[in-house]
């Protein structure tokens, strides 16, 4: 297989983004399909793609059964994340899905068993793993030495806060749609906490809460045996400082939590030795699609690296919704 025939479900930024990225970073993956629940916001995204009019569906299933295409990337709210993954999987049509890839670990242990079922790969849309830069931050974590605490920070203003300042009720802030700020952002942290440090021995969650009923902001700590882990996050403030890793030799830094750029080893000598600088975010999401395109390509040689995301994928699940419980974030 030289190109992978891919669709697309949702038509938001974050969908506009990942294709420019995917472009640079994976042309293995073409553009080929389109499903919106309208025609005519189909028809409009398809038309700013460069896609012909046949190329938009209306029908998921049908456009899962067509046979037309190879793989899909999914980005719609957070309700739909596992259903929609799940028809596709069945269909033997790998799957690309944003963050998180589920609200409960249950829903979660389906799609695992719909993508074997249909001999699909899985993968969740979860940036900070993907990039050449993991491996960088992974190391300069051992250099850190004895690590005494670590403060994950990601607080980023939504553009569309003005929407709910005027009494709206956007999709980010409803959470009858399993939306809200640690189901968006905060959940860079705690998957990011689970692929460098496990499972911790201990929780404590809180939240804040807005008229809409989602979380807009919040903060946890993740007790480990070698200290504690602060984790922030909010969609109604932005953060301008860096999250870091500290240990008795050195401290490591990047900003944000979901791309590690700015990544910095501060030596306890005051030294300090830049390791990654700035990447756009389309870059960072080009990344994750190469990921995607190459276990396509090659399922057998990376079989052992999607067990492991898989693995780290069901444990952030699970602590998330742990700290939705301690919060009292809850959805219908």
């Known amino acids: 297989m030289d190109q992978i025939k891919l669709a697309t479900v949702g038509s938001g930024k974050i969908v506009r983004s990942f294709l420019t990225g995917a472009r640079e970073k994976a042309p ?21 793609c460069g896609l012909p009019l046949e190329a938009v569906w209306t029908d998921l299933p049908a456009l899962a059964r067509s046979g037309g295409i190879d793989a899909v990337y999914i980005a719609t709210p957070n309700r739909f994340h596992a259903a929609q993954a799940e ?6 049509v790998h799957v690309l899905l944003e963050k998180p890839a ?19 790969v899985f993968m969740e849309g979860i940036m900070a793993p993907h990039q050449p830069r993991f491996a960088a931050l992974r190391e300069a974590v051992g250099r ?16 569309r806060y003005p929407a709910l300042e005027r009494g709206e009720k956007p999709n980010i802030f409803n959470p009858s749609l399993c939306e809200g700020a640690l189901m968006d952002i905060g959940y860079y942290g705690v998957y990011l906490a689970a692929e460098l440090f496990g499972q911790p021995e201990e929780i404590f969650a809180r939240a804040t809460f807005l008229p809409t009923g989602a979380d807009g902001a919040g903060s946890a700590v993740f007790r480990y045996a070698w200290g504690n882990l602060l984790l922030n996050w909010a969609k109604v403030s932005q953060t301008c400082a860096p999250s870091g890793v500290m240990g008795d030799r050195g ?82």
């Open 28 to 48: 293995a993956l073409v553009h080929t399909a389109v499903y919106s629940r309208t025609r005519e916001r189909g028809e409009a995204f398809a038309a700013e």
């Open 87 to 92: 028809v596709f999987l069945k269909a033997g």
């Open 102 to 120: 589920a609200v409960t670990p249950e829903e979660l242990s389906r799609l695992h068993a719909a993508a074997d079922a249909g001999g699909a």
């Open 144 to 159: 850190c030495g004895r690590v005494s605490s670590a403060v994950f920070d990601f607080c980023q203003l939504s553009s």
């Open 251 to 332: 401290t490591v830094t990047f900003f944000p939590v979901s791309r590690l750029n700015a990544l910095t080893f501060h030596g306890r000598d005051g030294s300090e030795e830049p390791l990654f600088g700035e990447e756009s975010h389309e870059a960072s999401l080009g990344n994750e699609a190469a990921d995607f395109a190459r276990y396509i390509l090659d399922p057998a040689g990376t079989r052992e690296e999607q067990l492991h995301h898989r693995k780290t994928g069901m444990l952030a699940c699970r602590l998330t919704e742990e700290m939705r419980r301690q919060c009292g974030i809850k959805f219908k």
